[in-house]
Every structure is written in C-alpha cells, then in structure tokens.
C-alpha cells in the first residue's frame, strides 16, 4: 500500500524492505554486506549508495530546497531520492560502484568497461516523474534525471552538456545547488505538496 505523506520516507527504506525479505534474521542484517549471498550483498551496497547521496541531499532544505526518498511505484519500483529546489526538480538515481571505474560519454555509462542501461532507465524515470507531477499540479513540470555514483575509484564524464547528470555522490548536493535557478519559492512548495502525496504516484 503507498503511504499518504512521503515526508518521512528514509533513504533507503525501499531496500531495507527488500533486504528484511532476503535475510530474516536481523542479527545477520548489519552484516548483510559481507553475506556470502551475492544478491544480499548488492542490495546492502545499494543501501550503502542511498543513505550517502541521502545525507548529502538532506543538507539542501536548509537552502529551500524540499526532498523526498524511496517514492514508491505501484510497481514495486521506486525513485531513490527527488529533489525539488530552485534549481529545478530532479530524479536522482544512487549508483554504489565501490573500487570501480566508472566512464560517461555521450550516451552511455559503463562500468569497469561493462555497458549498462542507466542512462536509458534514468531518462524514462524522470519522464515518468514529470507526468505524474504535472498531471498532479495543473502545469508542467520538467524533470531532470540524475545519477549519483558512490564509491568509485574513478569517474569519468566526458560530455560537457549531458542529458543525464552524472555525479558523484558525495558532492551532488553542490552540484545541484550551484545551477542557476529556475523555480520561485512558491512553485517549489506547490510541487513539493504534490510530490509528498502518495496518491500523485498511484496508478502510474
């Protein structure tokens, strides 16, 4: 069941559903990312990757900025972190790729020379987010995709105009807040009452 007020919805909470399904026992949970378990560890990575783009993000409100984590998808899905200052609005996608090299040009990231379909899943994810905000607030409402790496030995962007932002979690707070505005104070707190709302995600 979606929640009413997304307000206090943690980073992360999504995958410490999931974890909480995979292991059971919760004195093995703080442990979850030493489990011989593939999968369990990549979730506990992921947690890992969420919490610390979260913290960061979290800093914003006291630039006026609203931010919301783990809004739920009726699929199942969820959006790691949106955030709503002004800037603009931003779908931001927590990536944890500890020790790896991680390389963007123009369409595509990969990962220790792996491709992967993050751009394309980021994209769709801020189309979809824009829809249901602007079908919710009467007015359009662009959002822009992030992607915040964590824990990367390298990461390299070689676009200089990107589609989708890639950055490092550790800074997408500054990052963020040093684009140029775009939102007045009031369309931000419009948006975020929106957004807070489960019923605005219902459905989609």
Same mark, same amino acid.
């Given at each position: 069941?979606?929640?009413?007020?997304?307000v206090?919805?943690? &980073?992360?909470?999504?995958?410490r559903?999931?974890?909480?399904? $995979?292991? &059971?026992?919760? #004195?093995?949970?703080?442990? !979850?990312?030493?489990? &011989?378990?593939?999968?369990?560890? =990549?979730?506990?990575?992921? $947690?890992?990757?969420?919490?610390?783009?979260?913290?960061?993000?979290?800093? $914003?409100?006291?630039?006026?900025?609203? #931010?919301?984590?783990?809004?739920?998808?009726?699929?199942?899905?969820?959006?790691?972190?949106?955030?709503i200052?002004?800037?603009?609005?931003?779908t931001?996608?927590?990536?944890?790729?500890?020790?790896?090299?991680?390389?963007?040009?123009?369409?595509?990231?990969?990962?220790?020379?792996? *491709?992967?379909?993050?751009? #394309?899943?980021?994209?769709?994810?801020?189309?979809?987010?824009?829809?249901?905000?602007?079908?919710?607030?009467?007015?359009?409402? *662009?959002?822009? *995709?992030?992607? !915040?790496?964590?824990?990367?030995?390298?990461?390299?962007?070689k =676009?200089? !105009? +990107? +589609? #989708? $932002?890639?950055?490092?979690?550790?800074?997408?707070h500054?990052?963020?807040?040093?684009?140029?505005?775009?939102?007045? *104070?009031?369309?931000?707190?419009?948006?975020?009452n929106?957004?807070?709302?489960?019923?605005?995600?219902?459905?989609?």
């Amino acid at each position: 069941m979606l929640q009413e007020d997304l307000v206090g919805n943690r &980073p992360g909470d999504a995958i410490r559903r999931k974890l909480a399904e $995979l292991e &059971p026992n919760r #004195v093995k949970r703080p442990f !979850a990312r030493w489990s &011989p378990d593939r999968e369990i560890r =990549n979730w506990a990575l992921g $947690l890992v990757g969420e919490r610390t783009t979260g913290r960061r993000l979290n800093t $914003l409100r006291r630039q006026g900025w609203r #931010v919301l984590h783990s809004v739920q998808w009726p699929s199942g899905s969820d959006i790691d972190h949106l955030a709503i200052g002004p800037s603009g609005v931003f779908t931001i996608n927590s990536k944890c790729r500890r020790g790896k090299t991680v390389w963007y040009g123009d369409h595509a990231i990969t990962v220790n020379r792996a *491709p992967t379909k993050y751009i #394309v899943v980021s994209k769709h994810e801020a189309r979809r987010t824009s829809r249901a905000l602007s079908d919710h607030c009467g007015f359009l409402v *662009p959002v822009r *995709p992030v992607i !915040a790496i964590v824990g990367a030995a390298r990461l390299s962007v070689k =676009n200089a !105009a +990107p +589609p #989708v $932002l890639v950055i490092d979690g550790t800074t997408v707070h500054t990052v963020l807040s040093g684009l140029a505005p775009v939102l007045p *104070p009031e369309r931000v707190e419009r948006i975020f009452n929106v957004a807070r709302r489960g019923e605005t995600w219902a459905g989609r």
